[in-house]
């Protein structure tokens, strides 16, 4: 990593002596012209790879990148947004950890997108112009091999400021099944704000975990809120305004998961009943792409759960209707390892009114030897940063993953270039800020202390991670 480093500083070097070679011919009078930049020779290859993606017909980004036509009318805003650094979204500290799914441009590019919208956007040769890149319509993950989706159309209420449903449906998976990409679509973006889909698994003929029915499920939530720091609020879930307040939450037995909310007390308290989390959609979030050989099982006879987050936030015209999806593609070979999802999250902060930096903490600590695969920060709209600190068992402490602008519009998840090593006992804390003051453009509300709840405005706070377990591989194990 150090001789990359060296590498790069030493190639951005040459490329500032390449410059001032060419500056001082230019001041010399010499005839050296700036290269002309077109979009089908230069600027196609950067938008093909790096943006298109999201832009491009039936994607969520407003215009398509794919065409000449489409792109001209907002060469000034691209210009803007590329040499920001806004465009492609990206909010992690590029100086903690490496990140396989990167999207930040290169000085290079960024240089070569300026240059062309400075010379007049300019289209080019059209016999330079690269092939359009392969999309599978409607799927970032390419064709799936299944989809499933909620079993109905569900029709939100006009005026339904946010509500979460559950919909479960059967698989009808005869055998266990291995995902090895998987995508949660929404039917209907405008009012679908988030989608959790959750594996619940058969119960076993020796064990005697209950399978529970949705409404069974319902009134175990509607219990449990009952005793513990959490109400429901018509289709909403809250933290209670006296319950136990706290912010640092790292020295409490839990961590700082309150919940029993879904009768698991495990997992962050989303989904629970003993559920795996098996994929997301939230606004801007990109695609789930593990390392080759790590999976999601879905073991035979499981029901699929989607959780849906429904809101009229957008203020969506008229169109109610969602039925929202979930495809798979299952891996080719023998997996090596069976990814696990886990929420670090706190249930016990409280946002002062008009509090401009407020910081709370939750921990989680690693029970066995385990390598982190994905980082993926979840706060609402008054969310600053997130950032993720190791505290290993021989006291040494680094951060591992660090969003220093968190952005409520863009859900990423970020993908350890290589995966992280955690050895038992390993304690993980999630540090969140928030900014409840009305210098936040985006805050619902300053003038009141916010506490945890379902809806954007009120706020939350989970540490999603993505991890394998050492001692497993289904090569040797579970896979038959
Ligand atoms: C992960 C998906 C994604 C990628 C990758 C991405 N964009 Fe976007 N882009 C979006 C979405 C979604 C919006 C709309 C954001 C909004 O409405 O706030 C957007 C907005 C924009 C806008 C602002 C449009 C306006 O309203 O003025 C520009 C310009 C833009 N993108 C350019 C690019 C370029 C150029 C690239 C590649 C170098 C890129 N984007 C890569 C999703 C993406």
């Not at 319902?218 to 018509?234: C, L, S, T």
């Not at 999802?341 to 030897?369: L, Q």
């Not at 619902?444 to 809806?455: A, E, I, L, Q």
């Amino acid at each position: 990593m150090k001789k990359f480093r060296a590498i790069t500083i030493l190639f951005a070097c040459l490329v500032i002596a390449a410059v001032l070679v060419f500056q001082a011919g230019e001041a010399s009078g010499s005839k050296a012209k700036a290269k002309t930049v077109t979009f089908n020779k230069d600027i196609a290859p950067i938008f093909n790879k790096n943006c298109a993606t999201c832009h491009r017909p039936g994607e969520a980004a407003p215009f398509s990148t794919l065409t000449y036509k489409d792109v001209r009318p907002w060469a000034k805003s691209i210009r803007e947004q590329v040499s920001k650094r806004t465009m492609p979204p990206w909010h992690a500290d590029p100086h903690v950890g490496q990140w396989a799914n990167d999207t930040r441009l290169s000085q290079k590019d960024i240089d070569a997108v300026v240059a062309w919208v400075d010379q007049g956007a300019l289209e080019g040769n059209p016999k330079d112009l690269p092939p359009a890149p392969k999309f599978t319509e409607g799927w970032a993950i390419g064709q799936p091999d299944v989809v499933l989706d909620m079993g109905k159309e569900y029709t939100l209420k006009p005026g339904t400021p946010d509500e979460i449903q559950y919909f479960t449906v059967d698989t009808n998976f005869k055998e266990d099944k291995y995902v090895q990409f998987v995508e949660a679509r929404p039917g209907n973006r405008k009012i679908v704000h988030h989608i959790i889909a959750f594996v619940q698994a058969p119960a076993k003929a020796d064990s005697n975990v209950k399978q529970l029915t949705p409404e069974e499920r319902r009134k175990m939530r509607e219990a449990a809120a009952k005793d513990n720091i959490f109400y429901q609020d018509g289709f909403l879930t809250k933290v209670k305004a006296d319950a136990p307040v706290f912010d640092d939450a790292c020295h409490l037995p839990s961590g700082g998961n309150g919940s029993k909310r879904d009768g698991s007390g495990e997992g962050g308290g989303e989904g629970g009943g003993g559920s795996m989390l098996l994929c997301g959609y939230a606004p801007g979030k990109n695609q789930e792409i593990w390392p080759a050989g790590t999976v999601k099982k879905i073991p035979a006879g499981s029901k699929l759960i989607f959780q849906v987050h429904y809101s009229t936030f957008l203020n969506p015209a008229g169109e109610l209707k969602d039925r929202s999806s979930v495809g798979m593609i299952f891996a080719k070979n023998t997996p090596d390892r069976e990814l696990k999802t886990h929420g670090i999250g706190n249930h016990y902060f409280k946002i002062p009114a008009g509090a401009e930096n407020h910081k709370a903490t939750a921990c989680w600590t690693a029970k066995e030897d385990i390598h982190l695969i994905t980082f993926m920060p979840h706060l609402h709209m008054r969310g600053k940063s997130m950032e993720f600190k190791a505290f290993y068992p021989d006291g040494r402490s680094e951060v591992i993953c660090n969003v220093p602008n968190y952005d409520f519009n863009w859900q990423l998840v970020y993908y350890a270039k290589k995966p992280i090593a955690i050895p038992k006992g390993t304690r993980i804390q999630v540090t969140t800020v928030w900014d409840n003051s009305s210098k936040n453009k985006f805050n619902p509300g300053p003038n009141k202390d916010v506490r945890w709840g379902d809806p954007t405005y009120e706020e939350m706070t989970i540490g999603w991670i993505d991890y394998t377990l050492d001692k497993q591989s289904f090569k040797t194990t579970a896979m038959k």
